[in-house]
């Protein structure tokens, strides 16, 4: 991901690539309906659940499908480095295991072979890491592999109401957007694979906002937390940590101080619950769509900490997890 500030070239690209994946997405999607309620592909409620009436899960497929072929689309024109056609294959592969799981309900070592498969690929199409060269290969590798595996798994879990997954998507691709747009420490390159993910998940979305029409499912959560996990990554790497740690802070927060409290009860962290702050404010009365427009309120302060810290106010930056913090609590109370 070499630096290398949006032109007007690069704009006008970025736009066109987020309104074809964003119409290719919805246009799938919406066809998606029809085919998986005929096949009675169906999240049935339970008492877990935040919806009450059967949806159709599988959506993941017409956004999986939308982002993948973007970026195979710019690698091939060049735009890219061509080491994201192996990110790209190793999404299709998790996605298809995730299918699978979708329809007959893993256990979850499959699944969690499946992710690592996928970050061992997206590892070796990262670039160097010359920020981080203190660290010895091992502890690099296997702390970054580690890490990306469990962004995955809580994207995986925090897609638990209408909304909440695609919105937290497109708003840390569209700051992404916003910090190369202007030139504040972000490059082309993340810029343009950061459009295929902001169009595909608008265009999700205007099937998925409550009440939704169709769910992600796990095809479509996993794969999109672990395409987002390669780009925040590759930032880090360059050394745009901030931006990379800033702006998915709410998810990372709501799902990591939420599985330690379950772990630390003894309680088994991979089996369905509505123990998520978010999941706490709609058993206290609050819509799905009051609470996503507070979580996307949250993220656009975040995405504000972001470009302030990585514009020399670095002490602005310890006002993201006081953010997160006020969030979180205000969730817990039904507020």
């Not at 049935?44 to 919806?51: E, G, T, V």
Request: glycine share 10%; with cysteine; hydrophobic share 60%.
């Amino acid at each position: 991901m070499a630096i290398a500030h949006l032109d007007i070239g690069d704009a006008a690209f970025a736009i066109a690539i987020v309104t074809a994946t964003g119409f290719v997405s919805s246009f799938a999607t919406r066809m998606l309906i029809a085919v998986l309620r005929r096949h009675d592909v169906l999240d049935r409620p339970n008492d877990r659940s935040s919806h009450a009436i059967p949806t159709p899960r599988g959506g993941g497929i017409a956004v999986i499908g939308a982002v993948i072929f973007a970026w195979l689309g710019v690698a091939a024109v060049g735009r890219v480095n061509s080491a994201v056609i192996a990110v790209c294959i190793a999404a299709a592969l998790l996605a298809a295991v995730c299918w699978i799981d979708d329809l007959y309900e893993l256990s979850p070592a499959p699944r969690l072979m499946a992710q690592g498969a996928a970050v061992g690929i997206g590892l070796l199409a990262l670039p160097a890491a010359p920020s981080w060269e203190r660290l010895s290969p091992l502890v690099y590798l296997l702390g970054t592999g580690l890490l990306w595996m469990w962004w995955v798994n809580l994207f995986n879990f925090m897609d638990g109401i209408d909304g909440i997954a695609g919105s937290e998507a497109a708003i840390i691709s569209a700051g992404l957007l916003l910090f190369a747009a202007f030139g504040s420490g972000t490059d082309a390159t993340v810029a343009l694979l950061a459009a295929a993910i902001l169009g595909a998940s608008l265009g999700f979305l205007l099937w998925n906002w409550s009440p939704a029409s169709i769910f992600l499912g796990d095809v479509g959560s996993a794969p999109l937390g672990f395409l987002i996990g390669y780009v925040l990554i590759g930032l880090a790497i360059a050394g745009r940590w901030k931006i990379a740690s800033i702006l998915p802070l709410y998810f990372f927060a709501d799902a990591t101080i939420t599985l330690g409290r379950r772990t630390l009860r003894g309680e088994r962290i991979w089996q369905a619950h509505r123990e998520h702050y978010y999941q706490q404010a709609i058993r206290h009365g609050l819509s799905h769509t009051a609470v996503v427009k507070r979580v996307i309120a949250a993220n656009l302060l975040l995405v504000g900490c972001g470009w302030i810290a990585e514009n020399g106010w670095d002490m602005i930056g310890l006002a993201a997890p006081v953010i997160v913090a006020v969030l979180l609590a205000a969730l817990a109370q039904g507020r």
